[in-house]
Nanobody
């Protein structure tokens, strides 16, 4: 599975962005998907994950109620809708295919990141 993330950019605090992660290969629907992010000088952290069917999802406490993860298996794409963005959401956001947990080592495939910058 090859993953390509897009949708990052510069947005003011309180604004919204939607990230997309397009996957190649016919096995996309077999994988749970996750979003992780890494801010400058910080370790990578879990953001959100969704099951292979899309029936269940989980979120980091820091984004719960503001971010929504979803997927369209017909389009081989997973999304991350980010609302009420805060300065601390500034980071490179990456998508991953695999375990669906909040532990990065559980994921088998990673896409390149897309930068989200939130300004005041």
């Amino acid at each position: 599975v090859q993953l390509q993330a897009s949708g990052g950019g510069l947005v003011q605090a309180g604004g919204s962005l939607r990230l997309s992660c397009a996957a190649s290969g016919r096995t996309f629907s077999r994988y749970a998907m996750g979003w992780f992010r890494q801010a400058p000088g910080k370790e990578r952290e879990f953001v959100a994950a969704i099951s292979w069917s899309g029936d269940s999802s989980n979120y980091a406490d820091s984004v719960k109620g503001r971010f929504t993860i979803s997927r369209d298996n017909a389009k081989n794409t997973v999304y991350l809708q980010m609302n009420s963005l805060k300065l601390e959401d500034t980071a490179v956001h990456s998508c991953a295919a695999g375990g669906g947990t909040d532990f990065s080592d559980d994921y088998d495939y990673w896409g390149q990141g897309t930068l989200v910058t939130v300004s005041s």
